[in-house]
Each structure stands twice: as C-alpha cells, then as structure tokens.
C-alpha cells in the first residue's frame, strides 16, 4: 500500500459558545456558578486518505462532519489531534508555512449561492487566487490558464466577464469547481457540493467529479448526507453520529451488510425508488445535543442493543475481518 | 370512489415589475377521497405554487388567471375570501416545508392548536379545544403531550415540530391535507418516520394527501399516483408504481436514469443535458425539447398535450398519438 | 431568566460607573473648587495647604474612591451657582422633565402603534401613503423649530396657549405635578408635541418596517393556511413578533428623548433639568454638571435594564432558556 | 464592459428613472451643494466682512414685506447682516460639519465594525460594550456633553476659533457606534458565507479577506447609512448651534442662526428664524428622502436605534 496523502489522528474540535465572561455566569441553587458551553462537534477521529481515492463522511445534520473537513483544511484549529499531509503535521502552522499546502488542498461548498463572492467577476474568482500563489505569471499566462480551467468544468471562457448573480447554481457549482482546479490541488474537500442542486443538474456535477478525478488522480473527502450519491462514487465511507465516527469500511462491504446499529438504521430509512413500503429500523428517541454528549458510546441512548457496558464505556474502532472498523461494543463481542 | 379534489386547466401567473410571467400553464389532476397524489418537480416547475393555489393562497404578486379548482363541488378558484377561509385549516390543511420557520416563535404550542380549532368552531369550548389538541398530538407520538402543549416552539426539534404541524393540521379531520417538501429540511432517518406517519395517518382517517416534492424516491414509498411537473406544466401521469417502473415522457425517464441508484457504482450517471428553462424563457413547442434526447421537428413548434403513452400513463410527448389527449 | 437579570444588571453596573469615571474626569478638569471655597484672595501656601486637607493632593484613585464613595450617599457636590448639594437641586428640577418625557412617550406610544400597523397592513392605502410621505417631513424637522414654529403660532399669533413655563403645579408628597391642573395640561401640551415630533415618525416608520418584514415570514403564511382570522393573524400572530425589535429600539430613542428634553426645555424655558443643564454650562457650574451626567446616566441605564428584561419577558427564547 | 454601461443596466438606475421624489430631491441637493461650494460668488454680501454690516439695517423684513428693500432680498437679521447671504454661508458650515463628521465617523466605525466583526473575541466585545454605553447614552447627549465640557475648559472666546474642526470631531464621535454597529453586522453576515471560507482555503490573509473580499460587499449599507447619517449630523450641528454649543454668532451655521433669531420672533421678526429653519429642513429633507429611497432598492439590515 502506497504512503497515504492525508492522515488524521485523534482529532478533537470542541466549539466555546459561552460568549463572554457575563454570559458564563450561570444561577442556580443559590449560587452563582461560571459554565462554559462546549459544542462537542468532532471527537477523536482516526483516518487516512490515499491519492487518488474517494473517501466519503456521511452523517446527519449536527454530527460534525463538515466541522471534520473544515479543520483538515485548516479553517478551524484543531483542539488536539494530528492532521498529516504526506507525513508532514499541518495543524497549526501559522500562515506562511501553510501557503504551499494551500495549493495542494482545495475544497468545493454547498451553496452554490454564497461561495461565490457576489462582488468579484469570475475572472477575480478564479484569477486572484491563481496569482496569489504563482505571483510569477503575466496577464496571459493567467488568462491562458483561466480559459483552460473553464473548458475542463464544462464552462465557457467567455463566462469570466461576469459576476455570479448570472449564473444559475449547477454553473455556480462549475465555477466553484474551477477555482478549486486552478491553484492544481491533489486533494479536494467537498462539502454537500451537490445537495443544494436539482436532481438533473446533479448528475451533471457528480458527473464532472468523477471526470476531474480521473483525469487529474485527485483525492476527493466527500461529505454528505445522501446515502446514494456516497455509495455510488466512493471507495471508502465513513459515518459519524454525534461527532465520532461510528463505522469506517469499503464502500461495497458497508452497503451490502452495515454492522454498526446507527449504520443500519441510517441505511433503513433512504427511501427506495422501487420497493414500495419501507422496513425502516425505528430509532427511538432523539439526538441529543454534541454540547451534553452521552456518556460511554454516544449512541446508547437510541441502540437497541444497548447494554451497561455501551453505557459506562466508549468504544473505540476495531478492526472486522472484512477490513472495516466499528466502534461498538456488540459488534465486538459478537453480540450484533 | 367519489372525487374529492379537480384541478382543471389551471393558470397562474405574477404579475412582475417586468410584465406577467406564467407560472403554471394548464395544470390539471384529479383526487378522489383518501388517495395520495405525488407532485413531482425540480424546483421552479410550479408544483409548490400549484400546491398554494388549491386554498387561494398564492404569495404576491401571483395570481390565478384561469382554471379551477373544485373540491367537493366548489370551485375554490373563485369562492370568496371569507368562505375561503371557513375552508382553509379546516377541510383543506397544509403542512410547509420548513419546520423551523413555520411556527411563530412567541406563542406557546397550545395556543397554536387551539386557534384553529376556535377559528372554525367559535362555541367550542376552551377545554374540549384542549382535549383534541391532546389527542391529535399523541396521534403524531409527541411524548407527555400535556406538558409539551405549554411550551414554545424553540422547545423542540425540527423532527418534532413537523409533527407537531401535522397535529395540526390533523385537528379540524381534514378531507385533504397539501404538504409541501414536508422533510426536505430534515434527515433521512426523520424523514422516513415523518413519511410513514403521514401514510398511517391518511389511512386511518381518510385523508386525501398531495405531496409536493422533487424527491422521486420519496414520492415511490408514500403515494398511489403521481404527477410529473416540468416549467409550469404536467408532463406526465400514472400510478406510481408504474411511473417509476415505465416512464413514458423522457424528461422523466431522465429524471429516474439521472438518480444514482440507476446506475453501477462508480459509473457515469445518465445525466439531462442543460437545465429547466426560467418561467421568462420557455421555448416555443415543448418545454422540454431543448434537452430531450428523442427530439423531433415538431417538438420546437407544437405543445403536446397529456396522451396515453406506451404502458397506458399520461404523457405529453409527441412520441406518442394525439388524438386521444386527456380533455380536463 | 433569572441568569439573565443578573448578567443585565451587572451590566448595567459596569455602565454606571463608567459613567462615574467620566463624571469624576470632567469634575477634575473643569472648574477650581479652591477659588470657589476661599476666592482668589488667598496665598499659596494657604492654597496648599488646603489642598491638602481636601485631598486634592491624593493619588487621582483615592480621590476617585472617596468621589464615589460621596456619590453612593447621593453627595454629588454642592451648585456652585445654587450653593446648595447639586442632588437637591436636580431632585427638585427632575419631576419638570421626567412629566414631559411621560406625556410625550404616551403620545408616542397611543399613536404610533396603530399608525403604524395601519401603515404596515394597508400598505397602498392613501392614508399610509399620507403617513409614509408626512412621516419623512417630520424626522427631517429639528425638534426646536417644531417648538418655536409652535410657539409663534399658537402663542404670539394665536395666544391659545401659553410660549413658557409650567403654569400651576401642585405639590404631591415631594413630586411637583403639573398634571393635575387644566393650567398645567396647557402648559404641558405644546412642549410634549415638540419632544415628540421626531420620534413619532420615527416610530410610526420604524413599526410599519418591522412588521411588513413581519408579515412575510413563513410563520404568517402558515397561520393564513391554518384558515385564522385578519384580526387574529394582524394582532397576535404579527403584532406580538414586531414588538420585540420595537422595544430594544424604544429604550434607546428613550436616551435621545431626554437629550431632546435640553432643546424643549430651552425653548419653553420649562424649569426641568434640561434647562437647567443649559444654565450650568453658562455659569460653569461643574458639580452640577457631573451631578446631571450621573443622573441621567442612572435613568438611561435603569430605562435600558428594564427595556431589556421587559423584552426577555415577551421574548420566549430568552425568557425560557435564559441565552441571548 | 464600461462601468458606465453596467450603471446604466443596473437596477439602481432602473429604480431611480421611476422615482420622482429621487430625482427632486437629488436635484435640490445639488444645488444646495453648488450653492455652498460658490457660497462667495453666488451671495450678495459677506456676512463675514464687518463692513460691509451696518447695524442700521437690522431687522429689516423680506422684500415682500411692509418695509422690506430690494437690496437685502430676504431681509437682515438682528444684527444688520444679509439673510440670504448669512444663510448660504451658514448652509456652508452645516454642509462642512456635516459632511466631515460623517467622514470621521464612517472611518472610525468602518475600521472597528470590519476588524472586531472579523476577528470577534476580546477587541469585539470591547468596543461593542463601548458602543452600548455611548448608545444607551444616545449620540446627541455625547455630543452636547462633549461640547459643553469642552466649552467650559477652553472658554467661550477660544472655542469659537476651533468651533468647525471640534464639532467635526465631536458628531463623528457621538455617532461612530451607528457605523460600526450595522458594519459589524453586515460582516457577521458575510463572514458566514462560504466565499469568504474559499478566500480562506485559498490562503489569503486575513486583512486582504477583510478588505477585499468582505468590504465591497458591506458598502451598499455603508452607503444607506452614510446619506442618512449626514441628515443625523447636519441636525446634531444644529442643535448643538441652538442650543449656544456650537458655531459662535460672528460665523453662525443655519442652527446658530436660528437660535440668534428665537428671541426676535416675540418683536414679529420671524424671518431671522423661519427662514434658516425652512433652508435646514430642505437640506435635511432632500437627504433623508434620496437616503430612504437608497434603502428601498438596497433593502441593507441596519443597525436600529
């Protein structure tokens, strides 16, 4: 196996949303008592990314998977845990030293509305980020370039002139593509990049997705709540719930027989276009909030199988003989 | 089974600052009692504005141009505000899409209940409102209603207010309920409890259902018969089943090879070329001709109408024989 | 909610003696209160000397201490011009003033609220647009032309009412009222409408904005789809919404209210603390200049505390789980 | 494309040809400007020029009056000067005042509401508690304390040398919280969207996101705010000249003016004070309505109060 591109180790984010110091102090019992708010959104996650490969992170809304790509690509510091890029640690590097990783890691949004700046022509979008990091070019050698990113997303050149408001969002999206193709990443991180758009123009974003990585051997961490869209194009998936990542596997392997009861929940609810009534697994209960994370395995309050042990202690990602990684109690005891 | 709702040829346009723009352009369906009605469409096909304007309630500057829209014998199109109104949250419930911005923030779960039970049976008593509120929440399996009655909004979930919006609209025994993209805002895991409720509940209470959203799949698992909508017009219709299983007009069939479960894992998916045109720039002809991959001559001039396509379903393709178009 | 008060009223603390500060700077830097114990007739080294028994000599903290100390006890110093403790005299002018700012919030209040909703549910209404179209004329208007156009018309042209004062006042334990009498009413009219010209525009405009954005929300639409009556989805459903924004407006324009009370009162020549203040500029009078600072700035900030808890209250977020 | 070409496409001009009220106000606001820019060519006296006042002529009324002369169009004041001349050069002052203090305060909030908005933490809530003090305080008491204080430590005499650049200092301080507040809301705003994370992800630093990316995007309500506030600051110098805290009677502004006249008007001169009064509320008119205009098409979220 070739050295992986992007390593991640035991990374925590925990968000203060305390405010400031008066907004700390608390009452109760008689006592005036100083809390702090701690949004617990990613917790100890563990995983590695080859060149090349489609690792996808799914999960419902408030687990923390966005928060996971927004902290690789350093747009948030980590609380503790490492980030490895080809071996080199890239957490916590000031802005100097983070510039050549800058080149190597894009990333693509949801909204193909608000990731475009409304007051910058495509031109600037594309053109300000390219000169930035290759102050060496001259005017035609970024026009050159600009022209060649927008044919490669399916674009036209002559789009640059333009500013967003007159585009509609699956050109958006192209445009958003290009300006993370321009700077030649080896890694992008996609964060929902297809689910603010329409069903046709869908296929049309994850079609061109698929076209880039081939031609150009990128690396896609690909975050998304739609089951169907991360099985088709991914190699390796991920879920989270509540900020750990409960199950870790080979895309074929996880879709064909999920272990982890959080997994085949998930799995149960995607409605099927053909199949009629559904045999969707009930959760009971609701999530709770990542700012009081359950004790022990966080997803014991809802599990069927829950037992003391899920309850007392937190279970950490072993290894299956199939290859994939689950972080539960029953599964590890043979129980599930 | 007896016919409980009728759109017929139905218009609507805004009225914009540039001039009028059509919004839905002849859109017709039937509903008998207690079935459920898929309104499938991208966005800006005019499904969720054909969806308002069954209870008049079109945000402005739209309006109604032509067409109607009977229920039970009325035509809503053109009965007065007022008995709009007796009707509206009474036989007719809606359930939006948002579930976080549909409740008002500052009065309590009760008084939103019991508003609309006051609304439309002014002698009813404070205590018998109170009573049905109950009910109709543990109809939706809200936990310890009594002590969630008391509480705001704010309180709860975005899985739980859903449901608690359609406790609502359960309170006045609707003959139909128009929900519109009611879990496009929620996780799956929510959405399917949310969809499952709303069949259990349609069937225990013979409630007709529309259900407006651009989720094929979705629509597959909840309704009997669906209605294809593209640029403001019914392009197809059929049982569900068989829709999903034979699509007969080629925006649809696009539509389902486009989905990813369509094709092999890692494959190119079969995806429409372009996009919907804007309600400012439908092509002449078919709507759709600009991406269809079966396009003929006269798909750029003439608008088909609604045809039995190959398995029977209801298409607007010039692939099939006019003659026989659907009249109403 | 209660987590909430006490974060507001601590607040409201550090406020208040931020102001203290600013007062006790302003009563280092101007005036010499040595010239007005002993008169310029005096040696320096009897100077001195005094200095150092009033502790002038003391480290700027110290002084500041004992400035806050005096300040806890209600001492704020003595008028140089009334020679007499500035807190009587301020206690004395303050019902003048705070009578104005009462009956010109109650003509803000009464009118502006149905103007406003009138304006904001008829919005093509001739009446609205009369509101929209009167309402810029009349926040473009200073409040002392209102006042001294009111004046020569009313008074010296027409002579229904009177151009000064407050006319008869009746004493009611130690509050001087104006309100009791038909002569105090007239008195009070016009100077109430002055101190209100601006701010009832403004409100009038600033309701009508609120609940027009009010009025698109989905929560409106859905309370139409429920089938609710106009009333019904007007006053409880839209009104209750568009009182939040308009109460944490309404105790900051209570701030610039009273600061328009210093340009009525001088106008009108109405013995209240704006007069007063003006008087105290003139005559240099530094004590009872840091002592108007310090009152005013404890009813702004107790006006803003209350505004505040008074908006947890209708607000159920806040009210319930105590975050802002 | 030419700027001028994407002006004329776009839809503040297309709002603008249909807007009657607009296009009046703005012409009577320039005019107003022209006529103080040329204030020394356009008036018939210099009121400034103590020969050119004769105390002889005080008081006289509009020439439409009983006893009005054609040589002074809009009568003199108490004091024997030109109305209309005196008022063109208060209108000067005003426009001056006004427009400096706006300057300032604009500089000052735009920074603080760019900066502590991006950044947040301590410096944020720093000079948002500064804000809430000086606001809960209203603008128009800072101003009047500011100038009274100041007025009392250097004296009546001095202060009238240093009366323009010091109200220029003390409108744009009292009102700085306006700026910064509806600016830092505005970045808030932004600084959610996903371009300015892709300006991140694309390595910039901090200060080029903030100006480059951030700024042009919190202009439209800079601007809304901006023609409203220099209504706020040519009323605020008006009363600050009202009330004797302001511009001295030998270089009046239109709010001094009025207040010189106030007393006369029991004497039946009514024209020392309506006539700066109607000017001030023209000026202060045709901005408020060119700014409410600008809001309508903007439609910016401003800070309120």
Redo the contacts between chains.
Sequence with gaps: MSDPLLTVKNLYKHFDISGGF??Q???SGGK?TRTRTLVKAVNNISFELKAGETFSVVGESGCGKSTLGRTIMGLYPPNSGEILYRGDRIDGLDHQRMLPYRKKMQMVFQDPYASLNPRKTIRQALGDPLCYHNPQLNDGEVKDRIDEVMLQVGGDPQWISRMPHEFSGGQRQRISIARALIVDPEFVVADEPISALDVSIQAQILNLMMDLQQQYNLAYLFVAHDLSVVEHLSDRVGVMYLGTMCELSETGILFERPRHPYTQALMSAIPKLTGGASDHMRLKGEVPTPINLPSGCVFHGRCPHVNQRCIDEIPQLCTLNDGRQVACHGVEEGRI | MKKLLEVKDLVIKFALRTGEVTATNGVSFTLKKGERLGLVGESGAGKSVTGFSI?N?I?KPGYIAAGKVDFLGEDLAKIGDEKM??????RI??I?Q?PM????????IGTQMT??LH??NPQMGKEEARNIALDKLRKVYIPSPEKRLDQ?P??FSGGMRQRI?IA?ALLTDPELIIADEPTTALDVTIQAEIMELLIELCETEDMGLILITHDLAVVGQVTQNIAVMYAGSVVEKGPTAQVIAEPQHPYTQGLIAALPQSSRHGERLNQIPGMMPTLKDIPPGCAFNPRCNQVMDICKTETPGLRPGKNGNLAACHLYPPGQEEQG | M??FM??RI??AL??II??SIIGFA?KQ???DPLRELLGISVSAEEREEFREKLGLNDPWYIQYGRFLGDAARGDLGTSMFYKRPATEVILEKAPATLELVFVSSLIIILLSVPLGIFSAIKPNALFSRFLMGGS??G???????TA??M??IFS?KLGWLPSYGRGEVVMVGGWGTGLLTLDGWKHILMPSVALSSIMLPLFIR?IRSEMMEVLE???I?????????HK?VWF??AF??TL??VI??G???L??T???T??TE??FQWQGLGFM??EA??R?D?PL?VAY?MF??IV??GV?TIVDMIYGL????IR??G?? | MSTHGKFKDSFLWYSFKRDKIAIASLLVLVVLIFISVFAPLIAPYNPYDPEMIDIMNSEIPPVWEDGGEKAFLLGTDSQGRDMLSTMIYGMRISIIIGLGAVALQAVLGVLIGLFAGYHGGRLDAFFM?AA??Q???????VA??MS??L???VGVARFGEIAVPFLILVIGFSQWPQYARTVRGSVLAERKKEYVEAARVAGFTSARIILKQIFPNTLSPILVLSTIQV?NAV?SE??LS????GMPIDRPSL?SL?NSG?EY??S?A?WI??LP?LL??IL??SI??LG?FLRDVFNPKLY??
Aim: proline share 2%.
């Design positions: 008066l907004d102090i608390g009452f005036f | 209870i309630l945000s109104r007796s009707i509206r949250g009474n419930s809606m939006f948002d911005m549909t409740l008002n923030p500052v009065l309590t508003e609309t609304q439309h705001y704010h309180e919006i609502i | 209660i987590a006490i974060r601590i607040q550090i406020v931020i102001i302003i830097s101007v005036g810029i004329v926040v473009s208007i200073p409040v002392f032309l001294i156009m004046v020569y010296i600033l929300a989905e929560y639409k859905y309370a139409w789809a429920k089938g609710l009556a019904r409880v459903h209750k919404n939040l924004p944490t407006v105790g900051v324009q701030g610039v009273i600061a328009f210093i340009l001088t106008v203040f003006m500029v003139e240099s530094a200049l600072l005013v700035g702004m900030v803003n209708v607000n159920p977020t319930i789980a975050v802002k | 508690r809430d003090v606001l809960s305080f209203s603008y128009l008491m009047i304390f009274a204080i007025q009392a430590i209504a009323m008006a009363a009202f009330l004797g805290l709010g009025i106030f008007i029991f039946g009514w004070t309506a009064g001030l509320v202060v008119l408020n309505m409410d309120k109060g």
